[in-house]
T-cell receptor, first 115, second 113 residues
Framework: SAVISQKPSRDICQRGTSLTIQCQVDSQVTMMFWYRQQPGQSLTLIATANQGSEATYESGFVIDKFPISRPNLTFSTLTVSNLSPEDSSIYLC????????????FGPGTRLTVT | GENVEQHPSTLSVQEGDSAVIKCTYSDSASNYFPWYKQELGKRPQLIIDIRSNVGEKKDQRIAVTLNKTAKHFSLHITETQPEDSAVYFCAASRNNAGNMLTFGGGTRLMVKP
């Protein structure tokens, strides 16, 4: 199975600032995703990170607020911009690849607290 | 788009008893249904999945059933143990694979020793 790491694991940020989260997978994956998980809630897909092109955003999420990069197959970043307390959440990246039976694996998550 | 409903939101069982979690989906084109277990502070981990060409799949104490006609699928855990305590999420995808997933709301399972 793919091993996925994220940095930072947690951060406390002031409102109005931005946080960039890095996601690294240990093997080539065909697709990478970013999710948000608010406390006690389910996972909500923010966007699909596309290699070398603009990410594909889900309804309710926009590029200006959540810019995403994916310069190669194994690395992606998510920036949460112009932070407000409502952005306090856990952000998870995930990878889906062609190995095994086509399962989606998750990173450990980044816990963001906005003060 | 797809909508996945999950019930119950919380479930408390005695150790050794069985636990059943049910999900319904709205998109008849969905054909891949994984279940994830998330322990407190940890990442979601895939525990079992089923594709639309089978009705049931079993892995030791865990089984999943799928009723395509009724658009619902269920997770069955037998002989529950305290370490089964976690939040369980069902999900659905229309690509016969684990990529474009829509998640249910989650079930917090508590197994009392």
């Amino acid at each position: 199975s793919a091993v996925i790491s994220q940095k930072p694991s947690r951060d406390i940020c002031q409102r109005g600032t931005s946080l960039t989260i890095q996601c690294q997978v240990d093997s080539q994956v065909t697709m990478m995703f970013w999710y948000r998980q608010q406390p006690g809630q389910s996972l909500t897909l923010i966007a699909t990170a596309n290699q070398g092109s603009e990410a594909t955003y889900e309804s309710g999420f926009v590029i200006d607020k959540f810019p995403i990069s994916r310069p190669n197959l194994t690395f992606s970043t998510l920036t949460v911009s112009n932070l407000s307390p409502e952005d306090s959440s856990i952000y998870l990246c995930s990878g889906y690849g062609t190995s095994g039976s086509g399962e989606q694996y998750f990173g450990p998550g980044t816990r963001l607290t906005v003060t | 788009g797809e909508n996945v409903e999950q019930h119950p939101s919380t479930l408390s069982v005695q150790e050794g008893d069985s636990a059943v979690i049910k999900c319904t989906y709205s998109d008849s084109a969905s054909n891949y249904f994984p279940w994830y277990k998330q322990e407190l502070g940890k990442r979601p981990q895939l525990i079992i999945d089923i594709r639309s060409n089978v009705g049931e799949k079993k892995d030791q104490r865990i089984a999943v059933t799928l009723n395509k006609t009724a658009k619902h699928f269920s997770l069955h855990i037998t002989e529950t143990q305290p370490e089964d305590s976690a939040v369980y999420f069902c999900a659905a995808s229309r690509n016969n694979a684990g990529n474009m997933l829509t998640f249910g709301g989650g079930t917090r399972l508590m197994v009392k020793p």
